[in-house]
């Protein structure tokens, strides 16, 4: 028994109404995420936006990898049969890693200090598939190679303080993948690599969506990369999706913020001698209607 | 303004030593902006560290102003050359005010006028006066980074060594000091050597850029040349195709090799 749909069901992989998330502090709460909502399905979905506008906050709240502070409300967050708002934390173990992999902004932190990468992977694929030693070492040699690493054989056996920072964001990408999940969430996944090696993580994650046909959400502040890696893009400010708009169409954002974000960006095509910076608006941060 | 001739650097002895830096040379012009551009362990920031006086055990020469410059450390050499650093959180004493991190060097090169100075380069790079006395953690990401930048100009330097200087930073912030960046080298007469990963922004910024990789000087070239993908070099127009977008043939063409 599947709970996920068969790769040609056009039925949406994640939809989510109205999302709320909500940080207690000590003195004040933070409403973080106010009133987001979207669909994922079989695609390369982007979510861009400016440092706190809790991009992140999205995607974890997906997963319910949130810290203890927060508390997250919604009329809808679901994913294929799954109710990820009721689910158990059981339920929600199964979900982790096996249907939703989730590509952590901080490589580093998420990776286990005192074994090495490649019994890491290793350990993730036995987790989610009846297999020996042997063969997950096989298969995870396969991993560390679609990603890119250039003696998989070497690499295995190196401790994560022992790999660069690219090296490191790659172990983390072929741990996820080891492990065939419906939908991938990748938070900033390539910003700590090369853009030669960038280029070739792209493609493996474009592959996956293309024949696995997983759906990919994509966390960004790079709109030139968007616009040319994605299918549509939500564009998130002061925790409120202010436009979403197909990826082609990305140069006519007609938003004053994100025309903002698009421009603000140094770009190869065109020279300018100043570069317009963002004024923020008072407006953009009022509730919307549709959320409030 | 400087040249950098035949520089060479390793590290570790013997069978060990590893050939950081080869064959290192360029000049940069008064009141040019030259770039340096390549991916992580290409060598950027050891050229940076060996101008600015951290390592001393290099080899070739390098000269700031027609005077060649010594391996080891002389105060008139510090003053001249200033260097940003990458990280705007790091690289700022946590449990010293703005004002005391604008007025140490000042007071090591005995210079008088410290009030007037300080006010002065805060107004200069964009920071209100009331910034003057909170620590770093009281200022945003981008506000640190203008506090870096008005430490490296106190002393008046006539050249600025910028390391990744808005790599750390949202794209927003990243252009408001870009474009204070530029505003400065226009109004004092600053010549910059700048070091970034983004091809980008050292497009941006920079009169002429050096393409490194694996410790080389692979090209050189200015930026009308880089803009319209005019470069001899494989190289550079490999790191210039994977820079501009997301493209399949590209990434194919980079797994296949
Ligand atoms: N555990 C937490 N407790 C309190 N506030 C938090 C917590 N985590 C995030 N925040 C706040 O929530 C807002 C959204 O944060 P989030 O990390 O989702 O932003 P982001 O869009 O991912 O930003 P970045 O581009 O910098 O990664 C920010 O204002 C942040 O300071
Ligand atoms: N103190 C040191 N001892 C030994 N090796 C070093 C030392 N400093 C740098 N290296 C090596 O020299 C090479 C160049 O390093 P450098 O920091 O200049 O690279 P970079 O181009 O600035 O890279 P990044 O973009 O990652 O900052 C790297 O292979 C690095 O490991
Ligand atoms: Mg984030
Ligand atoms: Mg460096």
């Known amino acids: ?292 | 303004m400087i040249e950098v001739n035949n520089l060479e650097l390793s590290f570790g002895e013997g069978a060990g030593s590893q050939q950081v830096l080869c064959d290192i040379s360029f000049a940069v012009g008064k009141n040019e902006v030259f770039g340096l551009v390549g991916e992580s362990g290409c060598g950027k920031s050891t050229v940076l560290r060996c101008i600015a006086g951290l390592y001393d055990h290099w080899t070739g020469a390098i000269s700031v102003d027609g005077r060649p410059i010594g391996k080891t450390l002389e105060k008139s050499h510090f003053r001249q050359i200033q260097m940003v650093f990458q990280d705007p959180y790091g690289s700022l004493h946590p449990k010293h005010t703005i004002n005391a991190t604008l007025s140490a060097p000042l007071k090591i090169h005995k210079v008088d006028g410290i009030d007037r100075r300080i006010s002065g380069i805060l107004d200069q790079v964009g920071l209100p006066l009331s910034c003057r006395f909170r620590y770093p953690h009281q200022l945003s990401g981008g506000q640190r980074q203008r506090v870096a930048i008005a430490r490296a100009l106190i002393l008046n330097p006539k050249l600025l060594l910028l390391d990744e200087p808005t790599s750390a930073l949202d794209v927003s912030v990243q252009a408001e000091i870009l474009n204070l960046l530029a505003e400065i080298r226009r109004e004092r007469e600053l010549s910059y050597v700048m070091v970034s990963h983004d091809l980008a922004v050292i497009s941006h910024l920079c009169d002429r850029l050096a393409v490194m990789r694996q410790g080389r000087i692979e090209e050189i070239l200015d930026r009308d040349t880089m803009l319209t993908g005019q470069m001899k070099g494989e190289y550079t127009r490999t790191l210039y195709d994977a820079s501009r977008r997301y493209d399949r043939t590209v990434a194919q063409a980079l797994a296949g090799s």
Request: proline share 4%; net charge neutral; charged share 25%.
């Open chain 1, 1 to 292: 028994m599947s709970l996920i749909p068969e790769a040609n069901d056009a039925r949406p992989l994640i939809e989510v109404h109205n999302l709320w998330v909500r940080y207690q502090m000590r003195y004040l709460s933070m409403d973080a995420v106010r009133g987001v909502s979207f669909s994922l399905g079989r695609e390369k979905l982007a979510i861009v936006g400016e440092s706190g506008s809790g991009k992140s906050t999205v995607g974890r709240a997906l997963l319910r990898l949130l810290s203890e502070n927060a508390r997250i409300t919604a009329d809808e967050m679901r994913f294929a049969d799954v109710d990820l708002l009721k689910a158990s934390e059981r339920k929600m173990q199964k979900v982790r890693g096996a249907r939703i992999s989730m590509i952590l902004q901080d490589p580093k932190y998420s990776l286990n200090p005192v074994i090495t990468v490649g019994e890491q992977i290793a350990e993730a694929y036995r987790v989610h598939f009846k297999v020996g030693r042997k063969d997950a070492r096989q298969r995870t040699l396969q991993m560390l190679e679609a990603v890119k690493i250039r003696s998989p054989e070497r690499v295995y056996d190196l401790y994560p303080h022992q790999v660069s920072g690219g090296m490191g964001q790659r172990v983390m990408i072929a741990m996820m993948l080891i492990a065939e999940p419906d939908v991938i969430i990748a938070d900033e996944p390539t910003s700590a690599l090369d853009v030669t090696v960038r280029l070739q993580v792209l493609a493996i994650l474009d592959d996956l969506v293309r024949e696995r046909g997983i759906g990919l959400i994509f966390i960004s502040h790079d709109l030139n990369l968007v616009r040319s890696f994605c299918d549509r893009v939500l564009i998130m400010y002061g925790g409120q999706v202010m436009e979403t708009i197909a990826a082609k169409d990305l140069d006519n954002v007609q938003h004053p913020y994100s025309r903002g974000l698009l421009n603000s960006l140094p770009s190869l095509d065109m020279r300018r001698d100043i570069l317009p910076v963002l004024n923020r608006d008072p407006e953009w941060m009022k509730l919307k209607e549709e959320n409030a």
